[in-house]
């Protein structure tokens, strides 16, 4: 209730006052389930995750792996705020293994080393700057990727 209350108010304005007033609670009692609005923001990333489908590995070859992957993240965490928490390991650790290991063992199903499919991965949730699959295979070396 609380993820979906920060989602329905909006990431900007959620603030612990108006979560609390929106869920029809004390702000005393918003803080017996969460410590301030980085818990709000979590929660939300959390919720967000866990409604959006991940996109299901059917062999497909990486460059199309990476663009579902990549709309997958960003339709999950549609406020830049939360892609930064996402992307700077505030969301629940397993669920963070899970979404970033499916990522790493496609690329490395085809052809990368672990430390060129990092960089893939690094560069599909970099909200600062949006990055097509053409911008990844460059800041790659040559490898049997394809």
């Known amino acids: 209730a609380i ?3 920060v ?17 029809g609670v004390s702000v005393p009692g ?10 709000l923001l979590r929660l939300a990333a959390e919720y967000s ?3 959006t489908p991940m996109p299901v590995d059917e062999g497909q070859h990486w460059a199309r792996w990476l663009r579902e992957w990549a709309r997958y993240t960003r339709a999950a965490m549609a406020e830049p705020e939360l892609m930064d928490l996402y992307r700077d390991g505030g969301v629940d650790t397993d669920r963070m293994v899970d979404v970033i290991g499916s990522t790493l063992d496609v690329l490395c199903r085809d052809g ?32 049997s990727y394809g």
């Not at 006052?17 to 869920?23: D, I, M, Q, S």
């Open 112 to 143: 990368f080393t672990p430390d060129q499919a990092m960089v893939a991965w690094d560069a599909t949730i970099d909200s600062k700057r949006p990055t097509s699959v053409d911008d990844v295979a460059h800041r790659l070396p040559p490898t």
């Open 7 to 23: 989602i329905e108010i909006g990431y900007d304005d959620a603030t612990m006052k108006r979560v609390a007033e929106h869920l």
């Open 3 to 5: 993820a979906r209350a």
């Open 30 to 39: 918003l803080y017996y389930y969460v410590r301030g609005r980085d818990d």
């Open 49 to 51: 995750l866990a409604r």
